[in-house]
Every structure is written in structure tokens, then in C-alpha cells.
């Protein structure tokens, strides 16, 4: 059995090691997780857009949970539940979207009846009231994204079917937490430079209204896939 365990270790530390490759890959690919830890860097602070992370990665921890106890079976035999979870997720980023979209409209309004002191002091304003709780943010937006369900749900199976045993599972957990946190950690401490954040104090209106159309592309693109899903 030793010999049998020790010979099995090169293969494990191959699956492991390509996880590490793919699972940055996916990372990479910019989505709503990206778009929404920029953003809360350049609006907010380092500090809310790291809750954010934490968020994110505890998403990537339930999804690869639940990829590791036959989430792709549960969704080939339950078609239905994707086009739920789906249509979930669809609603709740055209909701964030329309709500980027109305707070851009209200502060062009109000820049019209603003003194210049005021106006110097809009972008503080503007984003008061909408990130104040970015750990659940980050959480939703990622059990929200339809990358995360797609990665989760078919490439990541791979790795979660692997016969590698209760250490090797925890270690594919492992690496999906820590490569999650670090390479959106990164993208937040990056964003949040002053001179991004100065940046984004001139561009604003511009930037927040993009991240509006963003949000709610991703989400009427999945209320139409939930629909041919037959929610």
C-alpha cells in the first residue's frame, strides 16, 4: 500500500500543478468579480475592495465545494436548477447595474444645482451608500457569475472527480482560496494607487457608467440563457 501511495504522489503533484496553471487562467479572464474589485479600489479604498476579495474567494470556496460533491451531475439531471441559479445571477447583476447606472444619472442632476465645493466633493457622494458591506458584494457577485458556474460546473470537474483522496481534495480547496485571494488581492492593491484613484476622481461619471453598461450586459446575457435553460 506504501509503494502503491508513493507512486501515486508524481501524478498528484501534476494535477495539482496544472490546477495552479488553469485556475489563474480562469482568474485572469476579466468578469464581474474584476470589474467589481477595480472599481471599489478606485472608488472606495484598498480596505473595502480587499472585504471584497475575501468575499470573491469564499464564493470560489463554495462553488469548488459544491463542484466536489457532483455539482455538474446535479445540474446534467436537474437542467432546471442551472437555469434558476442562472436567471439568479442574472437578476442580481442587472440589478447592480441598474443601480450604477441611476446613481450616475442622479449625480449628473445634481451637478447642475452643486456649487464648485460641492461638486469637489461628489465623488464621495456618489458612492456613499453603495458598497457599504463589500464582503457580501464580493460574495454575491461571484456565486452570481456565470464564468464562475461555467468554470465550476465543467473545467474545474477535472480536478474535483480526481481520485486523490481527502488531503489531495483539501489540497485542490487549498489552491483554489489562496490563488483566488492573491491574484484579486493583487488587482485591488494595484487599482487602489493614489494615481488610479486620482483617476478615477476626474473620470467618475465615465467609469461608473461603463461599469453600469458592464454589469448589466453580464446580467441580461444571463437572464437570455436562463430562459433558453427553460427557467
Known amino acids: 500500500m506504501g509503494e502503491r501511495f508513493l507512486g501515486a504522489l508524481p501524478d498528484m503533484h501534476s494535477l495539482l500543478a496544472s490546477l495552479v496553471v488553469v485556475q489563474l487562467i480562469a482568474l485572469m479572464m ?5 470589474f467589481f474589485v477595480t472599481r471599489t479600489a478606485v472608488s472606495q479604498s484598498r480596505g473595502k475592495a480587499i472585504l471584497g476579495v475575501l468575499g470573491i474567494t469564499v464564493g470560489c470556496g463554495v462553488w469548488a465545494g459544491l463542484s466536489m ?15 434558476i441559479v442562472t436567471g439568479l445571477g442574472g ?15 442622479k449625480s449628473r442632476r445634481a451637478a447642475a444645482h452643486l456649487t464648485a465645493a460641492a461638486e469637489t466633493a461628489e465623488p464621495e457622494l456618489q458612492t456613499e451608500g453603495d458598497m457599504r458591506h463589500p464582503f457580501l458584494f464580493g460574495l454575491f457577485t461571484n456565486l452570481s457569475n456565470a464564468k464562475a458556474i461555467i468554470y465550476f460546473g465543467s473545467v474545474f470537474t477535472t480536478f474535483a472527480a480526481a481520485d486523490l483522496g481527502l488531503a489531495g481534495k483539501l489540497a485542490v480547496l487549498g489552491i483554489v482560496l489562496l490563488e483566488t485571494f492573491l491574484w484579486f488581492g493583487f488587482v485591488a492593491l494595484v487599482f487602489g494607487l493614489p494615481q488610479m484613484r486620482r483617476g ?28 433558453r435553460l427553460g427557467i
Open 91 to 105: 437578476a442580481y447583476l442587472l440589478w447592480m447595474g441598474a443601480n450604477l447606472l441611476l446613481s450616475v444619472w
Open 30 to 34: 476579466p468578469g464581474p468579480d474584476f
Open 69 to 83: 460533491v457532483g455539482l455538474h451531475i446535479l445540474f446534467e439531471t436537474a437542467g432546471w436548477l442551472r437555469g
Open 200 to 227: 478615477y476622481q476626474r473620470m467618475s461619471r465615465v467609469i461608473d457608467a461603463a461599469a453600469g453598461v458592464i454589469f448589466a450586459g453580464f446580467g441580461a446575457a444571463l437572464l437570455v440563457e436562463a430562459v
